[in-house]
């Protein structure tokens, strides 16, 4: 009898943690697409991080195109992802121990500095340009794929002799940007889309090469621009500025059509108007009267015109919003003054 209900107790406790296992190798939640959905937007919503978009698109082998989803589709959620973010936030609560003996007390560490937007967004908000200086393009890959993503190799063909080490921009040149209002056209809309860094030298006409960050997915005729390390100013060295300024947003990154918190967003301002990284500006929408709907600043300046990030909307903001000048007070995005 005794061997029995010893039998009996092993079972339970080897089902207990059989249970135990499979339910932590289940941390995946099934998410239906929404009309106008990518990867990335899922991303944002569900993991509160756009940028682990290609770690639920590898969760998901069935899906051909990031950025193309369709309505009703399930898209697998690697809850994981988050779970391991909350744990990194919380604080570590330490046993409680006998007090020291006191000592002199040092003079506290100072605030880390915060960069006005993540470097990542900051990177891949491209820009609008009438010209490229390209050094050459994304050819194909090993594997045959044609969407790309980080870590993945591929074949380039440089203008220029390319060494081991050297990296590179990935863009893609979007459609012709035209003026909402004058209809005049100001350039291409430039995509940021990764990094890459040649592996070895040139043979037989192609360059292998690794994709060591994407932003978004890597498609073959990508273009190569030269390589600077990139970084967002921080907020401590922004005094924001409000200038008087009429003008309108032109466009909004990816073309998309409704903007909320974040996004990018390109305005036909620039240097030649005077505007400058950190500006505020307020957006608003002309219809049968003019609403106030959100605060953008800037956060790259070419000649004629800036790329922003969405500060605050309290509806849409879209191509053809106004701009103009923003209410001057203290904002937790700018140094104080």
């Given at each position: 009898?005794?061997?029995?209900?010893?039998?009996?107790?092993?079972?339970?406790?080897?089902?207990?943690?059989?249970?135990?296992?499979?339910?932590?190798?289940?941390?995946?939640?099934?998410?239906?697409?929404?009309?106008?959905?990518?990867?990335?937007?899922?991303?944002?919503?569900?993991?509160?991080?756009?940028?682990?978009?290609?770690?639920?698109?590898?969760?998901?082998?069935?899906?051909?195109?990031?950025?193309?989803?369709?309505?009703?589709?399930?898209?697998?959620?690697?809850?994981?992802?988050?779970?391991?973010?909350i744990q990194k936030?919380?604080?570590?609560?330490?046993?409680?121990?006998?007090?020291?003996?006191?000592?002199?007390?040092?003079?506290?560490?100072p605030p880390k500095?915060?960069?006005?937007?993540?470097?990542?967004?900051?990177?891949?908000?491209?820009?609008?340009?009438?010209?490229?200086?390209?050094?050459?393009?994304?050819?194909?890959?090993?594997?045959?794929?044609?969407?790309?993503?980080?870590?993945?190799?591929?074949?380039?063909?440089?203008?220029?002799?390319?060494?081991?080490?050297?990296?590179?921009?990935?863009?893609?040149?979007?459609?012709?940007?035209?003026?909402?209002?004058?209809?005049?056209?100001?350039?291409?809309?430039?995509?940021?889309?990764?990094?890459?860094?040649?592996?070895?030298?040139?043979?037989?006409?192609?360059?292998?090469?690794?994709?060591?960050?994407?932003?978004?997915?890597?498609?073959?005729?990508?273009?190569?621009?030269?390589?600077?390390?990139?970084?967002?100013?921080?907020?401590?060295?922004?005094?924001?500025?409000?200038?008087?300024?009429?003008?309108?947003?032109?466009?909004?990154?990816?073309?998309?059509?409704?903007?909320?918190?974040?996004?990018?967003?390109?305005?036909?301002?620039?240097?030649?108007?005077?505007?400058?990284?950190?500006?505020?500006?307020?957006?608003?929408?002309?219809?049968?009267?003019?609403?106030?709907?959100?605060?953008?600043?800037?956060?790259?300046?070419?000649?004629?015109?800036?790329?922003?990030?969405?500060?605050?909307?309290?509806?849409?903001?879209?191509?053809?919003?106004l701009i103009t000048?923003?209410?001057?007070?203290?904002?937790?995005?700018?140094?104080?003054?």
């Amino acid at each position: 009898m005794l061997n029995k209900k010893l039998i009996m107790l092993i079972v339970i406790v080897l089902v207990g943690v059989t249970t135990f296992a499979l339910a932590q190798e289940q941390e995946i939640k099934d998410y239906k697409v929404q009309q106008g959905d990518t990867l990335w937007d899922i991303s944002r919503k569900e993991l509160n991080d756009p940028f682990l978009w290609p770690k639920v698109w590898k969760e998901n082998p069935d899906i051909a195109n990031p950025d193309k989803l369709i309505p009703g589709q399930i898209v697998k959620i690697p809850l994981y992802l988050l779970q391991k973010e909350i744990q990194k936030e919380e604080p570590v609560i330490e046993p409680e121990q006998p007090k020291p003996a006191p000592i002199p007390i040092a003079e506290p560490a100072p605030p880390k500095p915060k960069p006005l937007v993540n470097a990542n967004a900051y990177i891949s908000s491209g820009y609008i340009a009438s010209a490229i200086n390209d050094l050459g393009l994304v050819i194909g890959s090993p594997s045959g794929k044609t969407l790309l993503g980080t870590h993945d190799m591929v074949f380039v063909k440089t203008k220029a002799a390319a060494k081991p080490g050297d990296r590179f921009y990935l863009l893609r040149k979007g459609p012709v940007v035209k003026h909402p209002v004058t209809k005049s056209i100001l350039g291409y809309l430039i995509e940021i889309t990764g990094i890459a860094e040649i592996k070895k030298s040139e043979y037989d006409g192609q360059t292998p090469a690794q994709i060591i960050e994407s932003f978004s997915d890597v498609n073959i005729e990508d273009i190569l621009v030269a390589y600077q390390k990139e970084t967002p100013p921080f907020v401590s060295e922004i005094e924001c500025g409000t200038p008087k300024i009429n003008g309108y947003i032109v466009e909004a990154r990816q073309l998309r059509l409704n903007n909320g918190q974040f996004d990018i967003v390109y305005i036909d301002k620039g240097k030649k108007d005077n505007m400058k990284v950190g500006d505020l500006l307020k957006t608003a929408n002309k219809g049968k009267f003019t609403v106030s709907n959100g605060l953008i600043q800037v956060i790259k300046v070419q000649e004629s015109t800036s790329v922003a990030v969405v500060r605050q909307s309290t509806d849409a903001i879209t191509k053809g919003n106004l701009i103009t000048e923003a209410e001057k007070q203290k904002y937790p995005f700018c140094s104080n003054r």
